[in-house]
């Protein structure tokens, strides 16, 4: 008998959100990068999937990681921080490795200065997720988990 396998998603976290909980809590709030991979994680079992975290300062290491998901995840869930809005090499890594990918931005950036209102992640995204704070990590492991497991 073959083993059923389970579909895994990858959450991307880039720079400063190794920060989360004291980096500028009246915009990004209190929770720390650990409570946001505790609720991916349990939303991904919950949905009979799992999830494997990374979060890098460096683009290449974030890059590297989308690389290798090719062989190892299902879809992507990715707050790219700043990068989100200067990094067509993410951008070009996620529209090559041809997977599902859901933006997360746990403030509106649309609401804040205009160097944030453009992302080059979202012309390649799914679905883009902005404003619900840590909630959008949920929302996007959801949203990706409905479609890798058609339930």
């Given at each position: 008998?073959?083993?059923?396998?389970?579909?895994?998603?990858?959450?991307?976290?880039?720079?400063?959100?190794?920060?989360?909980?004291?980096?500028?809590?009246?915009?990004?709030?209190?929770?720390?990068?650990?409570?946001?991979?505790?609720?991916?994680?349990?939303?991904?079992?919950?949905?009979?999937?799992?999830?494997?975290?990374?979060?890098?300062?460096?683009?290449?290491?974030?890059?590297?990681?989308?690389?290798?998901?090719r062989t190892t995840s299902d879809?992507?869930?990715?707050?790219?921080?700043?990068?989100?809005?200067?990094?067509?090499?993410?951008?070009?890594?996620?529209?090559?490795?041809?997977?599902?990918?859901?933006?997360?931005?746990?403030?509106?950036?649309?609401?804040?200065?205009?160097?944030?209102?453009?992302?080059?992640?979202?012309?390649?995204?799914?679905?883009?997720?902005?404003?619900?704070?840590?909630?959008?990590?949920?929302?996007?492991?959801?949203?990706?988990?409905?479609?890798?497991?058609?339930?």
């Amino acid at each position: 008998m073959t083993p059923v396998r389970i579909p895994s998603i990858l959450v991307v976290n880039g720079p400063n959100l190794n920060l989360l909980g004291t980096r500028e809590p009246a915009v990004y709030g209190t929770a720390t990068l650990d409570d946001v991979v505790r609720l991916a994680d349990d939303t991904a079992q919950a949905a009979g999937c799992a999830t494997t975290a990374v979060q890098s300062n460096h683009e290449g290491e974030l890059i590297d990681a989308i690389h290798a998901a090719r062989t190892t995840s299902d879809g992507i869930v990715i707050n790219a921080g700043a990068f989100t809005h200067t990094s067509i090499a993410i951008r070009d890594a996620l529209a090559g490795v041809g997977l599902p990918v859901v933006e997360v931005h746990i403030s509106n950036v649309h609401r804040r200065e205009d160097f944030r209102h453009h992302s080059y992640i979202s012309g390649v995204a799914d679905a883009v997720i902005v404003g619900a704070g840590i909630d959008g990590y949920r929302l996007a492991v959801e949203h990706l988990a409905r479609r890798l497991t058609g339930v």
